[in-house]
């Protein structure tokens, strides 16, 4: 009786009314990081800032991220899944509010780390709400439709920038971001939070066991590579191409822009592929391409850089269907929100943080490319560590 009631949550309306409202709430998520990175050639001229100043931004906000999302259990465990994103979706505005008004990196600093702190609060919950009323067999095809909206604010990001910065200058692009994310926060509480669950709260027994299984550190070079690969290139690539190149912050976007349509493309294939192929050879296949793509911007120019900027990030939104699908294989369901905030925490910290505040530092030193070899060499080394345990992601 009890499994012929799970089916059936699994299959109704509700379960797709879930889905869709996480798409729009990933999507504001995201967006509100993503547009500083189209963004930043603007406030760079703007308010000053060299390129290590930028990395070290994208590092704050990468950090106050991971700071939050481990700690975003009590929250979960106090108000549940459900409100715990509308708080996410409210420090983003918050955030984007603040940042809009910076007359110099120190306020600038303060509202990113805000918008940070949404989308830590935003992860645990948002991932859990789907491992918990999706079955093992549909997962994967439920992410890739969740990472349609974490894919398309990518995507949207810089044509926003490519339209709007002429009209509202880059104080104005923000505002325009944060109004529509405030009633997205109004949306979710409405029609989002009804048994939406809790987490558990984080503690030292939860962390210490989670710590002893050795699919949670595979799990964490999994997300670091893949978040380095797309988050990590894309906050510092724009700044970086238009410092070291001839190209406008116009011709960047647009490349840029190009690329996520291509993403988005593949994404709306990763339910078959990765059920055809398995979720392992998936996450083979998409780090061996992108490890190559990210190693050929250090030396490609020209036409070429041009079709590498485009292709490297083309595969790797494959990737997070199949890894956000195995993080419910690292231990017991009850704290799945506890294992997702520790795992993306680093992946998070390290991809989207240390990566492009290293080659932002690397790129005022004159050897920016050094900095996309050694991620290339990152990702092929996680390529071997998956072959090594072969028993992760097998379910």
């Given amino acids: 009786m ?11 309306p509700g379960n797709r009314q879930m889905i869709v409202l996480l798409i729009i709430a990933v999507f504001f998520s995201l967006v509100g990081r993503a547009i500083f990175s189209p963004l930043m050639p603007y406030l760079q001229e703007d308010l000053t800032l060299s390129l290590a100043t930028v990395g070290t931004l994208f590092l704050l906000v990468s ?22 994103v509308v708080a996410a979706l409210v420090l983003i505005m918050i955030g984007l509010v603040i940042s809009a008004s910076a007359g110099n990196a120190m306020i600038l600093a303060v509202g990113m780390i805000f918008i940070g702190a949404g989308g830590g609060t935003y992860a645990p919950s948002g991932i859990a709400m789907i491992n918990n009323k999706i079955s093992a067999e549909k997962r994967s095809t439920a992410f890739a439709f969740h990472e ?5 604010a990518v995507l949207l990001a810089p044509l926003i920038v490519l339209v709007a910065v002429p009209l509202l200058g880059w104080r104005g692009v923000l505002l325009l971001i944060a109004f529509p994310t405030g009633v ?15 987490g558990a709260k984080p503690n030292l027994s939860i962390i210490g066991t ?20 797309l988050h990590g290139v894309f906050a510092i690539l724009p700044a970086y191409l238009v410092e070291q190149s001839t190209w406008s912050a116009e011709h960047v976007n647009s490349l840029v822009t190009l690329s996520r349509l291509i993403s988005i493309f593949m994404l709306l294939l990763a339910g078959p592929i990765i059920k055809t192929i398995g979720k392992r050879n998936t996450m083979i296949v998409v780090m061996l391409f992108t490890g190559l793509m990210t190693g050929l911007i250090s030396v490609a120019q020209g036409g070429l850089l041009e079709i590498v900027v485009v292709l490297q990030p083309a595969l790797i939104a494959i990737m997070f269907p199949a890894q956000l699908s195995c993080l419910a294989e690292i231990g017991e369901s009850w704290y799945q929100n506890v294992t997702t905030a520790l795992v993306v925490t680093v992946g998070m910290t390290v991809g989207a943080g240390v990566v492009p505040a290293v080659i932002g530092v690397l790129g005022d030193l004159g050897i920016g490319w050094f900095g996309f070899v050694c991620l290339s060499i990152f990702m092929m080394t996680a390529v071997v560590a998956l072959i090594m345990t072969p028993a992760f992601g097998r379910r």
């Fill in 63 to 84: 950090i106050s991220f991971s700071l939050v999302m481990i700690c975003s259990g009590f929250l979960t465990a106090w108000v549940g899944h459900g409100n715990t």
């Fill in 2 to 12: 009890t499994d012929k009631k799970d089916r059936a949550i699994r299959r109704g």
């Fill in 148 to 152: 349609l909206g974490s894919n398309g």
């Fill in 210 to 229: 989670i710590l002893r299984l050795p699919h949670a550190y595979v799990g964490m070079l999994m997300f670091s590579t893949s978040l380095a690969g």
């Fill in 184 to 198: 997205a926060s109004v949306v979710f509480y409405f029609f989002g939070t009804q048994e939406s669950g809790v």
